[in-house]
């Protein structure tokens, strides 16, 4: 009797470690960054939406509607990204919001610099700057930190210069004139925006762990889509068919949109141009012809 329990239980932990290889075979360390970046390349929140429900992971990563884009170009629909996050996780502080000195004394305007720069050096730092490269979507909770703002119009530029093709964060959102003026792409809860700095506000806690943004978990690595629609998270394990799936889905609507537009006349536009056969694409990155076989 004991050997017979002995055999059933070695074979149920066989049959779910055969179930979990089938189900998580697309593990992140599988597929490069460059190749899911391509494969989302102009994905829409719509369709991978679709594609997380065709495997199960039906209202999973959806972030809050209150996670919008701050503008929108309906032309070249420049405000659309897709990438690799990069988390980052601020906090509010915990420490005197002051250094102990009277600021309105000139006198301590050097108490105050060095205070500043004690703050912005060792405590609210950027060290995420070097996780950045083409294709990085920079996703920053920074739940409660006191109306900081994080994200300005330089640092949103030094970013984007690095690679950063858009950045969801939480709310600690300022400049935003100068960013909308500047097209940074960025998705947050505009009434969660930030207008002080971050010195006396908040600290840096994480870089590189998973964070929660729009009531969604974000690990570093997963990919995100955001447009009009909002934001979604894909995670890394169910990247690839997600993908494929979302993919398919865009080629036969945009098939069926411009036989639309050419009977009713429209002018031909971005979101109506012929893209690459499926299964032609598919091949080329390296990926299943069929992701449903």
Known sequence: MKTSLIFLFTLIISISTIIEKNLFAQDAGEISDEILIELYDGA???????????????????????????WKDVQRMSHRI???????????????????????DPANYNVYRQWRGMWYNQLSPEPFHDYIKPGTVLVIDNEGVNDAGSTGSKNIMEWTNRGMVGLVSKGGVRDIDEIILQRN???????DRGRG???????????????????????????????????????????????????????????????????LGFEFDDTVRIREAPEDFFRRLGLPADPNQ
């Open 197 to 263: 700095e971050r010195i006396g506000r908040n600290e840096i806690l994480d870089v590189q762990r998973p964070v929660v943004v729009g009531g969604v978990t974000v690990y570093p690595g997963d990919v995100i889509v955001a447009d009009a629609d909002g934001v979604v998270v894909v995670p890394r394990r169910v990247a690839v068919r997600v993908g494929q799936i979302a993919y398919q889905e865009l080629v036969d609507d945009i098939a069926g949109r411009r036989a639309l537009y050419e009977e």
């Open 44 to 70: 829409r929140v719509a369709d991978v939406v679709d594609g997380l429900a065709t495997v199960g992971y039906i209202d999973v990563g959806v972030m809050d509607p209150t996670m919008a884009p701050l």
């Open 82 to 104: 897709s990438g690799i996050a990069v988390t980052v996780r601020y906090g509010p502080t915990n420490r005197p919001k002051h250094p102990g000195a009277d600021l309105t």
């Open 185 to 191: 792409p960025v998705y947050t809860n505009y009434y």
